[in-house]
């Protein structure tokens, strides 16, 4: 199932080597669940007087009944931000473990803080 994605560049050039990433990270998603409706990103890299280089924000929001999943990875101070693919890794690992989760308290399953420990 392809799911229908959105990207929206702000404070930049739209690029198409970020927009394939991005289709390929949220493809990826799919693999966890078939009740994605739609996958909204916005990739960011607003303008920091005090700092050197580029830096990036990304915001992942994937439609679900019930509910949508939201990650805003909007830490300029951490390493790696400087880098899109980095910030897009990070994003869209956040996105899959709340995904994971939202799928096992659906089918019932107790989540990993609530396993009792043997």
Do not use: W
Not at 70 to 96: I, N, S
């Amino acid at each position: 199932m392809t799911i229908p994605v959105q990207i929206t560049f702000r404070h930049m050039e739209s690029s198409p080597a970020v927009e394939t990433r991005v289709r390929e990270l949220t493809d990826h998603l799919g693999t966890f669940s078939d009740r994605i409706q739609s996958c909204r990103i916005v990739v960011d890299s607003p303008h920091r007087h005090h700092h050197q280089g580029k830096v990036f924000n990304v915001k992942v929001q994937l439609s679900l009944p019930g509910g949508d999943v939201v990650v805003d990875m909007e830490r300029p101070d951490r390493d790696g931000h400087e880098d899109v693919y980095v910030v897009l890794r990070d994003a869209f690992d956040a996105a899959r473990r709340q995904l994971q989760q939202r799928m096992s308290a659906l089918r019932g399953e107790p989540s990993l803080r609530e396993k009792p420990v043997v």
